[in-house]
């Protein structure tokens, strides 16, 4: 089956260093996200992505945030100057763009993020 | 707001023990409920949904039953496996412009042989 691919698995950053989180979707899909789990938290939504624009964010998903899809491959997810508390497990996912297929999210095994 | 409570964890059992997970939700509508789980060094996994009120999702032994009447959709297994060692978040669906999964905080599964 296709997988949608992040790397690195384990990141540790210094607060106040931007990091960017990369993740490979599933190649014919068209919608794109990412979700956080703060350690012992909920799985919480960030942002959702189409058609190379945000289509929604959570207010999580501040001016620190940002997302882009540079070469038609890549989702990246950064974060300009990291703090403490962003410390979690990110995740990226995607899914097709039309009918049953907007309901299946393919998630990617996530990347740990350690900011110290 | 929309939001998905689960059943505390860690949950262990011995093998072919009798599981259910509980899952409560609170939303608008008529969202779609689903049930993924996350195995060792793995991504999320869709493990089954149901998208209406009292349908049956069923995959790999597992069962929820979406219960409108009590905002539920727990997760049954007659007989578990070692290899059903995982964690298990229950999720619900909103389609508002965008579309986006709300996850309760995930279950934390240990079968024991």
């Known amino acids: 089956e296709p997988e949608v691919t992040q790397t690195p698995s384990h990141q540790v950053t210094q607060m106040g260093q931007e990091v960017i989180l990369r993740c490979v979707p599933i190649s014919n899909h068209l919608y794109f996200y990412w979700y956080r789990q703060i350690l012992g938290q909920k799985v919480e939504f960030l942002v959702s992505?189409?058609?190379?624009?945000?289509?929604?964010k959570s207010e999580i998903f501040d001016d620190q945030f940002s997302v882009e899809r540079p070469d038609g491959s890549n989702f990246t997810l950064k974060i300009r100057s990291t703090k403490l508390e962003d410390s979690a497990m990110y995740f990226c996912?995607?899914?097709?763009?039309?009918?049953?297929?907007?309901?299946?999210?393919?998630f990617g095994s996530g990347t740990q993020l350690s900011v110290l | 707001g929309d939001s998905v409570t689960q059943m505390e964890g860690p949950v262990t059992l011995s093998e072919e023990a009798f599981l259910t997970i509980n899952c409560t939700y609170t939303a608008t509508g008529y969202p779609s409920l689903f049930w993924y789980v996350q195995y060792p060094g793995e991504g999320l996994q869709l493990l089954l949904k149901a998208t209406k009120a009292d349908d049956k999702g069923s995959n790999k032994g597992f069962e929820a039953t979406y219960r409108k009447e009590t905002t539920s959709f727990h997760l049954e297994k007659g007989s578990v496996q070692v290899s059903d060692s995982a964690v298990y978040f229950c999720a619900l669906l909103i389609i508002q412009g965008a579309q986006k999964l709300v996850f309760g905080q995930g279950t934390r599964l240990t079968i024991n042989p």
């Open positions: 996912a995607s899914t097709m763009d039309r009918g049953q297929g907007r309901e299946k999210l393919f």
């Open positions: 992505f189409y058609n190379n624009e945000i289509s929604e």
